[in-house]
C-alpha cells in the first residue's frame, strides 16, 4: 500500500499564499494520477486538482489560482495555493490511483480567513 502525506495546511488571510507538499512512500511515475481533493465541512470531497500521466487538469474555482506540480526526484507533490478565498477553506487530501490502486492521505487543513 502506497502511503502519503499531507502538510502545509495553515491559517492564512484572504489574498494570502501557502504551499501544500504531499510527500509518497514511492517515486511518482508519470503513468500514476495524482491529484489534489478536498473538503468542506458539510460537503462532498471535491477534485482541486490533478496530473493524469503528467498533464494537469484544474477545477474551474481554482485555475488562474493554483498550480499543482512534482520535485524532480519525484517523491513530493504540492500544490501552490495563491489568492486563498474564504470558500477555499476545507481539508485537503493527496491521492494517487493506478489500476486498482487508490490511495489516500490523512489530510491537511487549510483555514481561510481574516
Known amino acids: 500500500q502506497v502511503q502519503l502525506v499531507e502538510s502545509g495546511g495553515t491559517l492564512v488571510q484572504p489574498g494570502g499564499s501557502l504551499r501544500l507538499s504531499c510527500a509518497a512512500s514511492i517515486k511518482i511515475f508519470d503513468l500514476y494520477t495524482m491529484g489534489w481533493y478536498r473538503q468542506a465541512p458539510g460537503n462532498e470531497r471535491e477534485l482541486v486538482a490533478d496530473?493524469?500521466?503528467?498533464?494537469?487538469n484544474y477545477a474551474e474555482s481554482v485555475k488562474g489560482r493554483f498550480t499543482i506540480s512534482k520535485d524532480k526526484d519525484k517523491k513530493f507533490l504540492y500544490l501552490q495555493m495563491d489568492d486563498v478565498r474564504p470558500d477555499d477553506t476545507a481539508v485537503y487530501y493527496c491521492?494517487?490511483?493506478?489500476?486498482?490502486?487508490?490511495?489516500w492521505g490523512q489530510g491537511t487543513q487549510v483555514t481561510v480567513s481574516s
Open positions: 491521492n494517487l490511483r493506478y489500476g486498482q490502486l487508490n490511495s
Open positions: 496530473m493524469p500521466r503528467g498533464v494537469t
